[in-house]
């Protein structure tokens, strides 16, 4: 069956720190729909943190999972970033940043070393955050006469749909939000309505 929700976070993470060897990992997770959003979170840090050797990321986007990225920020290839991104995985959740920003100890902790402690960092930071499920919905948009405008409305609240945007100027139009897996049921049962006329991007037979 396919998904129709997603984990993420809605705020970002209070900081946490792992300390291996005298090296510092401080680690954080942010919210996040765009590159933008990563590379302001990053410079926040960068700004917090002016003295850090390396700022070492991975994020997840999309409601369907399936964008990411990770960055080792001149750690040894693969012992950052990808680590980060494993945990965001294991975590199951999406449009989520996690950056790890490590004070060099003096003693180096080799590339096995290193994978332990940013796993263990990036797992300690989404632990000490507020994990929460969305659904993933889409809309559709139904016109009408004033006299169908009470309908509309009822038929919103017996099968609990968002109003997205509603214009009540030379017609009553409105924007209808609605679960993904039941998308095709409640498209169809507002079509069927005599008066309604019902368009959507996302047609049932896709969906």
């Known amino acids: 069956m396919e998904k129709d929700a997603y984990k993420t976070i809605n705020r970002a993470g209070s900081e946490i720190l792992f300390k291996e060897k005298a090296s510092k990992f401080f680690g954080y997770t942010f919210p996040v729909v765009s590159e933008d959003e990563v590379e302001r979170a990053i410079a926040d840090l960068k700004s917090k943190h002016n003295k850090a050797g390396h700022f070492c990321y991975a994020w997840q986007m999309g409601e369907n999972y399936e964008h990411f990225r990770v960055n080792d920020d001149g750690e040894p290839s693969n012992s950052a970033g990808m680590p980060i991104l494993g945990q965001l995985q294991n975590f199951e959740v999406t449009n989520v940043l996690v950056v790890i920003v490590r004070y ?104």
């Open 104 to 207: 060099f100890g003096g003693t180096k902790l080799g590339v096995g070393g290193l994978i332990s402690a940013y796993k263990t960092a990036a797992k300690m930071a989404l632990e000490n955050s507020k994990i929460i499920s969305k659904t993933i919905n889409l809309s559709f948009e139904v016109a009408c006469e004033y006299d169908k405008m009470n309908l509309v409305m009822r038929l919103v609240k017996e099968y609990d749909l968002e109003i997205i945007e509603q214009d009540l100027k030379l017609k009553c139009k409105f924007k209808i939000g609605v679960r993904k897996k039941e998308f095709e049921s409640i498209y169809e049962k507002f079509e069927a309505v005599f008066g309604f006329e019902v368009s959507s991007e996302f047609k049932p037979e896709d969906k």
